[in-house]
T-cell receptor, first 118, second 114 residues
Framework: GAVVSQHPSWVICKSGTSVKIECRSL??????MFWYRQFPKQSLMLMAT?????????EQGVEKDKFLINHASLTLSTLTVTSAHPEDSSFYIC??????????????FGPGTRLTVT | AQSVTQLGSHVSVSEGALVLLRCNYS??????LFWYVQYPNQGLQLLLK??????LVKGINGFEAEFKKSETSFHLTKPSAHMSDAAEYFC????????????FGAGTRLTVKP
């Protein structure tokens, strides 16, 4: 099956610092990656969609200067939370999808990264 | 625009009992519907999906769901609950097969009592 990994699985950072989360498709080429945010006991909210080599498309209300997304290769996307604050503490989940010509043409989800900002 | 509503944020059943998790959808186009399961501190795992091929969809771990257009529903069922089924379940809708613009319900936490 299609496997998506995230690193780190858990990170604690101090307020004002930046933290980078990696999302990798391990056995397929991900032309599109999605980043979601999940608050405790709540559903997933789509933050942004990124296509390889293009700028990410952010959902309404998501600050693109705060949540920097880079999708530089077909197997890696990164989410950088800049100048993190306690309210950014959340569970961040990525998903990846291959192209229409590939075998993986639906979203596969990573295991998530728990960010705690102190 | 698409949306899903999951009725009941928390469902509790006894081991061996029927599991029924409710999901109603709203869609301006024929929907693609999904059920995902999430275990604590983990990502989402696809249980099953409806892509218009058959209204009764069988998934993993003994789960199935039936698409009922007249009721705009896609309820998830399992005849006999196991302790290992305890998790959070999310219903999701997408306007396309490739899951673009997927929207999730609020989730239903399933508790299984021994």
């Amino acid at each position: 099956g299609a496997v998506v990994s995230q690193h780190p699985s858990w990170v604690i950072c101090k307020s004002g610092t930046s933290v980078k989360i990696e999302c990798r498709s391990l056995d397929f080429q991900a032309t599109t990656m999605f980043w979601y945010r999940q608050f405790p006991k709540q559903s997933l909210m789509l933050m942004a969609t990124s296509n390889e080599g293009s700028k990410a498309t952010y959902e309404q209300g998501v600050e693109k200067d705060k949540f920097l997304i880079n999708h530089a290769s077909l197997t890696l996307s990164t989410l950088t939370v800049t100048s993190a604050h306690p309210e950014d503490s959340s569970f961040y989940i990525c998903s990846a999808r291959g192209g229409s010509s590939g075998r993986v043409y639906e979203q596969y989800f990573g295991p998530g990264t728990r960010l705690t900002v102190t | 625009a698409q949306s899903v509503t999951q009725l009941g944020s928390h469902v509790s059943v006894s081991e061996g009992a029927l599991v029924l998790l409710r999901c109603n959808y709203s869609s301006s186009v024929p929907p693609y519907l999904f059920w995902y399961v999430q275990y604590p501190n983990q990502g989402l795992q696809l249980l099953l999906k409806y892509t218009s091929a058959a209204t009764l969809v069988k998934g993993i771990n003994g789960f199935e769901a039936e698409f009922k257009k007249s009721e705009t529903s896609f309820h998830l069922t399992k005849p006999s609950a196991h302790m290992s089924d305890a998790a959070e379940y999310f219903c999701a809708v997408s306007p396309s097969y490739n899951n673009n613009d997927m929207r999730f319900g609020a989730g239903t936490r399933l508790t299984v009592k021994p």
